[in-house]
């Protein structure tokens, strides 16, 4: 899960989440090595406990489906793995869409990703087995190894500005941040790996990860583009990165369940892709914008909805910060689809004043009007 951090605490536990696609990184250490006597992530947890029960509130009734899901990923662990963590879900009442986990094997998850969640096993899995793969695989403590062993390093060979020194031999700070965050981002997206695998194999269907990404990525700020800095990974690269995993869970997913509504999580959800929408002036007066959409699990229909935002929106908050507007107004285009082709191409035609309309977002609301998946912004030029 994305984390925003707020405090000492959390800026320690933000190290437990930071993890990613299996991306070609140097190979000077091993993700899958932690010593075995090494116990620093442990103690930490240790002293962080109090701290963190104070902050949060064991499971109730109004989060149960969360509850019996979490017991039920952490069965299928091996005993082994069960008996080295103490595991329990908490909530975070701060409104927040996040969810974050200690080497204890605690899980955080915070209100606003709660109720997103709500009453969906599905959704409660994709997020806690995500959580559990964290503590498993001891993330915090990779990351802590990694640093270590970088700073060793830098510490026999970096002398920045040193003409003697071969360019070779030291890498700069923007080198080691890049170095960094592509390393988290693998750990992130191999959490990603083990979690889906996990939530299968416990009977919640695959597309729950998915589903999951699209609703966070629709709740997010924008479509800002991928930093090489970055600690995650976009939605769209760990849904890239899953590809082989989800066939693997899916089988596994299908062998244990043939009918997918007698899961525990039931019946897998709806499942809307779209890629980045294309627009080119078709006449003088007009903009022609093309998405191109996937569906899976659809039944009926979905709506899709081009919302468009002038340049007093654009320059007073900036892409993608204005709270999303589903109600119809008169800056929308809206169109049913039943999404029944491999890829559907759904077409808006959209005035050309330009003066008014800088950029818009496509939207997929379901029949309640939820908002399934956002694609990219869409930038109209004169």
């Known amino acids: 899960m994305r984390i925003e951090v707020r405090g000492v605490v959390r800026i320690v536990l933000s190290l437990l989440i930071c993890l990613g696609p299996i991306l070609a990184i140097a190979q000077e ?149 890049r170095d960094l965050a592509q390393f988290c981002r693998r750990l992130e997206t191999d959490a990603d790996l083990e979690g889906i695998m996990l939530m299968a194999s416990a009977g919640y269907h695959p597309d729950f990860v998915p589903a999951l990404h699209h609703l966070l990525h629709a ?35 299908e062998h244990r369940w043939p009918e997918a509504y007698a899961s525990p999580g039931g019946n897998p959800p709806i499942l809307v892709f779209a890629d980045e929408p294309s627009v080119k002036k078709t006449r003088s007066k007009e903009w022609e914008v093309r998405v191109p959409m996937h569906c899976q699990n659809l039944a009926g229909a979905v709506e899709v909805v081009l919302q468009t935002y002038s340049a007093a929106a654009a320059s007073g908050s900036g892409h993608g910060q204005i709270a999303l507007d589903v109600s119809g107004s008169s800056d929308q285009v809206r169109q049913l689809t039943g999404c029944t082709s491999p890829k559907t191409m759904i077409r808006f035609t959209v005035a050309d004043d330009s003066h008014k309309r800088l950029w818009a977002e496509v939207l997929v609301l379901d029949d309640r009007g939820t908002v399934l998946s956002r694609a990219a912004t869409v930038k109209f030029r004169p």
């Open 29 to 177: 250490q091993d993700t899958a090595a932690v010593p075995d006597n090494f116990n620093l992530d442990l103690k930490t947890a240790a002293k962080l406990r109090p701290q963190l029960l104070a902050q949060s509130a064991a499971v109730t009734e109004i989060y149960g489906t969360g509850g019996r899901v979490f017991r039920k990923l952490v069965q299928q662990l091996p005993p082994a793995l069960k008996a080295k963590s103490t595991w329990e879900l908490r909530i975070v009442d701060d409104g927040l869409l996040n969810a974050f986990s200690s080497p204890d094997g605690t899980i955080y998850v915070e209100s606003g990703l709660a109720d997103l969640a709500g009453s969906s096993a599905g959704l409660w899995a994709a997020i806690l087995s995500h959580e559990i793969a964290h503590v498993v695989r001891r993330d915090w403590a990779r990351r802590y190894l990694y640093e270590q062993s970088r700073r060793n390093d830098a510490s026999a060979t970096l002398v920045l500005g040193d003409p003697g020194l071969a360019a070779s031999a030291w890498k700069d700070s923007n080198s080691a941040s």
């Open 219 to 253: 709740k997010g700020r924008g479509e800002a583009t991928p930093s090489i800095l970055a600690m995650h990974p976009c939605w769209e690269e760990r849904d890239r990165a899953l590809d082989r995993a989800y066939i693997l869970a899916s089988i596994e997913f």
